[in-house]
């Protein structure tokens, strides 16, 4: 019996202790989201004058800077960029991202020649689906890590655009929605859409004033497509990161509730056995009395 008590104990105290775990981690998880969030609508003002001065330059050059007609690249190669976690505990998070970017990207017309995965868990499920990865990139751990992560991608891309290795990029991540639900999304980053374009040449400027590039436009809208470019991957990973923490929430809250359903049971034999145990030392004492008593009556 004092086995089985001290056995019950052990399991009461580890369960205890994981509990307290899974409460910090649910504690971080939640104030991470907030903190991700917070980057994501702190960039519309920057990309809003980005969208400008990308305005300001298709106006002067016209529409046209680096696209191509879909029916061109049929024999061109295919890169994506795809956002997942390094660490588990996290749900389906991955698996749904991979799921998503496989099942589009098989779609297109053209050759899949290269994926740079961000996390070591997603290319992990990548490679389990035979796909051509890129060395793994991890996955920043606050905001401010997230851009140089974005300006090594950059590079990456563009350095493997020019060698001629990959002509399209896509990029995809999960994107946070109410609660603790996420959806996997993806958009063509490379080349840039030709209906945009025309859609921000034909914009109508926010002053009187018409807009002009000094020393010509085609070296400025370089640049800004650039910073285009960059804050579309700082925003997709800042939503992959609260995404991946809202999953984590969810994952650390159904963990708490098994864990709570847990301490119960086990409390509840803990107390149920300490009973039992009463009740035999009472029956004991009860019957050496009543024997005791009876042997001295007897006499």
Same mark, same amino acid.
């Given at each position: 019996?004092?086995?089985?008590?001290?056995?019950?104990?052990?399991?009461?105290?580890?369960?205890?202790?994981?509990?307290?775990?899974?409460?910090?981690?649910?504690?971080?998880?939640?104030?991470?989201?907030?903190?991700?969030?917070?980057?994501?609508?702190?960039?519309?003002?920057?990309?809003?004058?980005?969208?400008?001065?990308?305005?300001?330059?298709?106006?002067?050059?016209?529409?046209?800077?680096?696209?191509?007609?879909?029916?061109?690249?049929?024999?061109?190669?295919?890169?994506?960029?795809?956002?997942?976690?390094?660490?588990?505990?996290?749900?389906?998070?991955?698996?749904?991202?991979?799921?998503?970017?496989?099942?589009?990207?098989?779609?297109?017309?053209?050759?899949?020649?290269?994926?740079?995965?961000?996390?070591?868990?997603?290319?992990?499920?990548?490679?389990?689906?035979?796909? $051509?990865?890129?060395?793994? +990139? /991890?996955?920043?751990?606050?905001?401010? *890590?997230? !851009?140089? #992560?974005? %300006?090594? =991608?950059?590079?990456?891309?563009?350095?493997?655009?020019?060698?001629?290795?990959?002509?399209?990029?896509?990029?995809?991540?999960?994107?946070?929605?109410?609660?603790?639900?996420?959806?996997?999304?993806?958009?063509?980053?490379?080349?840039?859409?030709?209906?945009?374009?025309?859609?921000?040449?034909?914009? $109508?400027?926010?002053?009187? +004033? /018409?807009?002009?590039?000094?020393?010509? *436009?085609? !070296?400025? #809208?370089? %640049?800004? =497509?650039?910073?285009?470019?960059?804050?579309?991957?700082?925003?997709?990973?800042?939503?992959?990161?609260?995404?991946?923490?809202?999953?984590?929430?969810?994952?650390?809250?159904?963990?708490?509730?098994?864990?709570?359903?847990?301490?119960?049971?086990?409390?509840?034999?803990?107390?149920?056995?300490?009973?039992?145990?009463?009740?035999?030392?009472?029956?004991?004492?009860?019957?050496?009395?009543?024997?005791?008593?009876?042997?001295?009556?007897?006499?």
């Amino acid at each position: 019996m004092s086995g089985t008590i001290e056995s019950l104990t052990r399991k009461i105290s580890g369960a205890t202790d994981l509990e307290a775990v899974v409460r910090s981690m649910k504690a971080l998880a939640a104030s991470s989201i907030g903190q991700y969030q917070k980057a994501v609508h702190s960039l519309d003002d920057y990309a809003s004058t980005v969208e400008l001065a990308l305005t300001a330059c298709l106006r002067q050059t016209g529409p046209g800077y680096d696209t191509a007609e879909t029916g061109s690249l049929k024999k061109h190669g295919i890169g994506a960029i795809v956002f997942g976690s390094d660490q588990g505990l996290v749900g389906r998070f991955n698996e749904v991202v991979v799921e998503f970017a496989v099942k589009t990207l098989k779609a297109l017309p053209g050759t899949i020649t290269k994926i740079w995965p961000l996390g070591e868990r997603i290319h992990a499920l990548l490679d389990d689906t035979g796909m $051509p990865t890129a060395g793994i +990139l /991890p996955v920043p751990g606050s905001v401010n *890590a997230i !851009s140089g #992560l974005v %300006a090594q =991608i950059l590079i990456d891309v563009e350095t493997t655009r020019e060698h001629g290795d990959v002509v399209e990029v896509y990029l995809f991540h999960n994107h946070p929605k109410s609660g603790s639900l996420y959806e996997p999304v993806g958009k063509r980053l490379l080349p840039l859409d030709l209906a945009w374009q025309k859609q921000l040449a034909a914009a $109508p400027w926010p002053t009187k +004033l /018409p807009p002009e590039v000094i020393q010509g *436009a085609k !070296s400025p #809208l370089r %640049a800004f =497509i650039r910073e285009y470019l960059f804050v579309l991957l700082f925003q997709a990973c800042a939503e992959s990161l609260a995404s991946e923490n809202a999953s984590r929430l969810a994952a650390m809250q159904r963990a708490e509730k098994n864990i709570d359903g847990i301490l119960e049971d086990l409390n509840l034999k803990l107390h149920r056995i300490r009973q039992e145990s009463i009740d035999e030392e009472l029956f004991d004492v009860i019957s050496g009395y009543e024997a005791l008593t009876g042997v001295r009556r007897h006499v």
